[in-house]
């Protein structure tokens, strides 16, 4: 079965600083990642797909990268605002056709 | 266009009772999805349709969880006995087709008293 594991669990960082958030999962064998962000009693908001033939994807100050061989994709923030601060998830797509999440990467950004 | 909706948003039953939340998918969305997310923790597929159809329901729990999608737009998740494990938050997605980018609702917040 695939696992999805997301490093580190909780994040804090000043405003303005760029970022990382890691991503990892046990079988390649995936259709596509997809990033997201969940506000806390909210739903889930798309923030890039990244298809398994792609290596990155980029939007605004987000993107996002994936290396399929070695199971892993991370999702690097530049210049971090605190209207950044939410939960990140990412989540892998396989044959089966249904979204594999991780636990999130919960980040705080002070201002 | 409008998003994903669903409906109720927040839902408070007593143990036994039996529960339906629904789902509205983005129109011309053949694919629609339904995830249970516990606290802390990320979503977990439960069942996936392709037009009316479930394609693959193995993420059910066990038999007390249903669901329907009689016209291949709106969605129904059943529940029947409700126990108190069975609180979450209930999240509904819709792709235009397979392997699609998934967009998702604003859930609904189950809770079993």
């Known amino acids: 079965k695939q696992e999805v594991t997301q490093i580190p669990a909780a994040l804090s960082v000043p405003e303005g600083e760029n970022l990382v958030l890691n991503c990892s999962f046990t079988?390649?064998?995936?259709?596509?990642l997809q990033w997201f962000r969940q506000d806390p009693g909210k739903g889930l908001t798309s923030l890039l797909l990244?298809?398994?033939?792609?290596r990155e994807q980029t939007s605004g100050r987000l993107n996002a990268s994936l290396d399929k061989s070695s199971g892993r994709s991370t999702l690097y923030i530049a210049a971090s605002q605190p209207g950044d601060s939410a939960t990140y998830l990412c989540a892998v797509i396989t044959g089966a056709n249904n979204l594999f999440f991780g636990t999130g990467t919960r980040l705080t950004v002070i201002p | 266009g409008a998003g994903v909706s669903q409906t109720p948003s927040n839902k408070v039953t007593e143990k036994g009772k039996y529960v339906e939340l629904r789902c509205d998918p983005i129109s011309g969305h053949t694919a629609l999805y339904w995830y249970r997310q516990s606290l802390g923790q990320g979503p977990e597929f439960l069942i996936y349709?392709?037009?009316?159809?479930?394609?693959?329901d193995s993420g059910l729990p066990n038999d007390r969880f249903f669901a329907v999608r009689p016209e291949g737009s709106v969605s129904t998740l059943k529940i029947q006995r409700t126990e108190r494990g069975d609180s979450a938050v209930y999240l509904c997605?819709?792709?235009?087709?397979?392997?699609?980018?998934?967009?998702f609702g604003p859930g609904t917040r189950l809770t079993v008293l």
């Open positions: 997605a819709s792709s235009f087709s397979e392997v699609n980018e998934q967009f």
């Open positions: 079988d390649s064998a995936i259709y596509n």
């Open positions: 349709f392709q037009g009316t159809g479930a394609a693959d």
């Open positions: 990244i298809q398994s033939s792609q």
